[in-house]
C-alpha cells in the first residue's frame, strides 16, 4: 500500500524540485527599468555585445535615437544590430515627422530704376531683369512675412516686409531714390543736353544779338489788362534790352543796360501804371531770356539737380539750380527744351517769379521761344504775355537801337 502511495506521489515531488531549481537560476541583469541613452553609452565597450543586446531585449530603452546619438554610439563601437535593436525597442519615442512646409504663391518684385539687386531676408536672391523677378518656393515661416531689400548703386536702398500666404500670389513694386551724388550727375547731364538743344556755343552767339516784334498782353497789378503792339532788343553779352509797346496811338519805350535804364514816348504813359509795370517786366525778359538764364547758371557755377536722367522722347524732367543767394527750378520738355522756370531768392524776395516757354523756332543756329509768359508771384494776373511773329539774329546792332 505504502508502495502505491510513494510511486503516486514520486512525480509530484519531482516537479517540485526542478520549479524550485528554475527559480534560483533566474538572471537579475535582464531585469529593471528601460535602458537610457547614458546607460547604453556606458556599456557599449564595457560588456560583451550580446550581453548587452539581450538586456535592451529584456528591458528596453526610454528613448528613440537621434542622428547625434546613432553617431556616438557607433563612434563608440556599438554594433549596427544594437542599434536596430534600440530603434525597434524606443520606436513608441520616435519624433512624429515634421510638418511639410507651407508654400507662399509666387512673389513678384518690381524696381525702379532697372536693375536692382534683391535680398530676402538677408541672402542674396539675385538681380531684376528689365525691372522685375519672380520668386517661388518661398517657406512660410513662424513669422509670415519675408524681408526684402531693393539695392542699386548709386540710389538710396529699400526695405520692405511684404506678408505672404500659402499658395497666393504677391507683387510688390518699389521706386529707389537716386542719391545727392546721383541727382547731381542726373542734372549735370541734363543741363548739357538743354544748351546743346539750343544750339551751344556757336548758337549762343547767334541769339544773343537779336530782334523781335510781335504783340503783347500786359496785366497791371491788379489784374488791369491791355494789348500792345511790341518791339524788342536784346544784346545778351553787354547787359542791355530794349522794350517798345505801341497802340491806340500811343507809344513807350524802356531801355535797359546793367542797372541804368532809359525811358522815352507818349507823355500820357510816361509816369503811369504802364510804365512802371514795363520798368518791371523789361528786367524780367533781358534776365529770363534761355540764353541769359543758362549763362548765369554756368558761370556762378550754380548746383543742378535732377530727380532724374533726361531722356531725350521720354518724360519731363526737372531741374534745381541752387546758387549762394539765388536757384531757379527748369522744366525740360522731351525735346531737350526749357518749357518753365521759377525763381527763388535766399532772402524770399521776388520769389515765385515765373516764366513760360512755347513755340521755339530757329535763329541763326540756336533756337528761342516766339512765346513768353513772365509773372510775378503776387498775383496771378500779373505780368506780360509776349506773342513775337519775328525774332532774328542781328550780331551788328548798335547801342544807338538800344537808345544809347
Known amino acids: 500500500m505504502w508502495l502505491g ?20 537560476k533566474a538572471d537579475p541583469f535582464l531585469t529593471g527599468p528601460p535602458w537610457t541613452f547614458e546607460e547604453v553609452l556606458r556599456g557599449v565597450g564595457a560588456l560583451f555585445p550580446a550581453r548587452l543586446e539581450a538586456a535592451v ?3 528596453g ?34 519624433p512624429p515627422p515634421p510638418p511639410k512646409p507651407v508654400t507662399a504663391g509666387v ?94 556755343k556757336e548758337g549762343w552767339r547767334d541769339v544773343g544779338m537779336l530782334r523781335a516784334a510781335g504783340s503783347a498782353n500786359l496785366f497791371q497789378t491788379g489784374g488791369t489788362r491791355s494789348e500792345w503792339s511790341v518791339d524788342a532788343r536784346l544784346n ?11 497802340g491806340a496811338g500811343l507809344k513807350y519805350w ?43 547758371i554756368v558761370n556762378q557755377k550754380m548746383t543742378v539737380i535732377a530727380p532724374s536722367p533726361f531722356v531725350e522722347g521720354g518724360a519731363e524732367v526737372t531741374l534745381k539750380a541752387s546758387g549762394a543767394t539765388e536757384s531757379y527750378t527748369l522744366t525740360i520738355t522731351p525735346g531737350g527744351l526749357p518749357a518753365r522756370a521759377v525763381y527763388e531768392s535766399a532772402s524770399g524776395l ?29 498775383q496771378a494776373q500779373h505780368g506780360m504775355e509776349f506773342h513775337f511773329e519775328t525774332i532774328t539774329s542781328d550780331p551788328k546792332l548798335s547801342d544807338k537801337e538800344f537808345h544809347r
Open 61 to 94: 530603452v526610454d528613448f528613440f535615437p537621434t542622428e547625434a546619438e546613432e553617431k556616438q554610439l557607433r563612434q563608440a563601437g556599438a554594433p549596427e544590430t544594437l542599434i536596430e535593436l534600440i530603434e525597434k525597442k524606443g520606436a513608441s519615442y520616435k
Open 57 to 59: 531585449e529584456a528591458s
Open 236 to 246: 545778351a553779352q553787354a547787359s542791355m534790352a530794349y522794350l517798345e509797346i505801341s
Open 5 to 24: 502511495i510513494a510511486l503516486m506521489l514520486a512525480p509530484v515531488c519531482l516537479v517540485q524540485a526542478q520549479t524550485k531549481k528554475k527559480q534560483t
Open 254 to 296: 524802356i531801355s535797359l543796360k546793367g542797372s541804368d535804364s532809359k525811358v522815352g514816348g507818349s507823355g500820357k504813359l510816361k509816369g503811369g501804371p504802364v510804365a512802371l509795370e514795363m520798368e518791371k517786366i523789361v528786367r524780367q525778359y533781358r534776365e529770363l531770356q534761355p540764353i541769359t538764364l543758362l549763362s548765369r
Open 107 to 200: 512673389l513678384t518684385l518690381t524696381c525702379a530704376p532697372v536693375e536692382c539687386n534683391i535680398e530676402i531676408n538677408g541672402k542674396p536672391a539675385g538681380f531684376t531683369k528689365a525691372g522685375v523677378k519672380h520668386v517661388e518656393g518661398l517657406v512660410i515661416g513662424p513669422a509670415p512675412a519675408v524681408i526684402v531689400d531693393f539695392k542699386k548703386e548709386g540710389y538710396i536702398g529699400q526695405q520692405v516686409s511684404i506678408p505672404l500666404k500659402a499658395g497666393v500670389a504677391v507683387a510688390k513694386a518699389v521706386t529707389l531714390a537716386p542719391t545727392i551724388e546721383t541727382q547731381e550727375k542726373f542734372g549735370h547731364d541734363a543741363l548739357n543736353s538743354v544748351l546743346l538743344k539750343l544750339g551751344g
Open 350 to 378: 521776388g520769389s515765385g517769379l515765373s516764366v513760360v516757354y512755347g513755340d521755339y523756332v530757329n535763329v541763326g543756329k540756336g533756337k528761342l521761344p516766339r512765346v513768353m509768359d513772365i509773372r510775378f508771384a503776387d
